[in-house]
């Protein structure tokens, strides 16, 4: 059976972003797969009050404008419930995700789609799939208490139900090369990827080193 990985790209970089380049070589590690990706390095239009009007109406008294409103998420959600493994790059904007990603994750988390409310509370309706984060800073650790990003993606991702949520953190890249310094080491990170990186008690799965790498800016 095919695997089918989806890559959403986050940052307005684009493919000159360091996360872009990881994704890249994190995505060349993946077993084999049919890759879909989803570019927003040019921004997503945000829900406005007519996503929230056709989101809270019945399915079937949905008007074509409603339809219409709710087109791009439906793509979105699709993307996503097809594929087995999601990759997201993450670079972190003034301490959290970027207004792109933050755009994305409001267009895919639908009650009754992706979630669905119980009386034990809500529940995740994406099983099954495996999400890995590259997540990038110029001077923010991952994981440390000013990352507002790596948390809030992991329980987004968490809240639809995907459960398997990796990092790869190529983080602090604009702190000096003595700052990296306790950074780095060797080990063998997702799928085999050899990087230099160290693991943490949280699921940060390896970090690299982008000065290593030629990737600093
Ligand atoms: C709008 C904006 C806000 C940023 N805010 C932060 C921040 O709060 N903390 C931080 O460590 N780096 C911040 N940065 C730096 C980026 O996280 C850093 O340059 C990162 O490497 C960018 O990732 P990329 O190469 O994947 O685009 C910010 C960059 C931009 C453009």
């Known amino acids: 059976m095919t695997h089918t990985v989806l890559c959403v790209a986050t940052s307005a970089q684009g493919t000159d972003a360091s996360s872009y380049k990881l994704a890249q070589q994190v995505l060349q590690q993946l077993p084999a797969h049919t890759l879909v990706t989803r570019d927003l ?21 949905r008007t074509e404008a409603d339809r219409d409103a709710l087109a791009l998420s439906d793509q979105l959600i699709a993307e996503l419930q ?11 904007y003034n301490f959290g995700i ?11 988390c639908r009650a009754g789609i992706t979630f669905r409310y119980t ?7 994406l099983n099954g799939k495996r999400a890995i984060l590259v997540v990038t800073s110029g001077g923010v650790p991952v994981n440390s208490a000013v990352d507002f990003a790596t948390p809030h993606l992991t329980q987004v991702l968490h809240f639809i139900g995907i459960q398997d949520v990796q990092v790869i953190a ?16 060797t080990d063998s990170g997702v799928g085999g990827l050899i990087v230099d990186c160290v693991y943490r008690t949280y699921p940060i799965l390896c970090r690299v080193d982008p000065v290593d790498r030629g990737w600093a800016h």
Request: with cysteine; proline share 6%; glycine share 6%.
């Open 82 to 92: 097809a594929a087995d493994t999601v990759v997201i790059t993450c670079p972190i």
């Open 119 to 125: 009386e034990q509370g809500p529940v995740g309706l």
């Open 170 to 185: 190529a983080d602090q890249q604009l702190t000096t090369a003595d700052a990296l310094a306790p950074c780095r080491g």
């Open 98 to 108: 970027s207004s792109a990603l933050k755009a994305w994750v409001d267009q895919i």
């Open 41 to 61: 390095s040019q921004g997503l239009p945000v829900v406005d009050q007519a996503w929230f009007r056709a989101n809270f109406t019945a399915d079937e008294a």
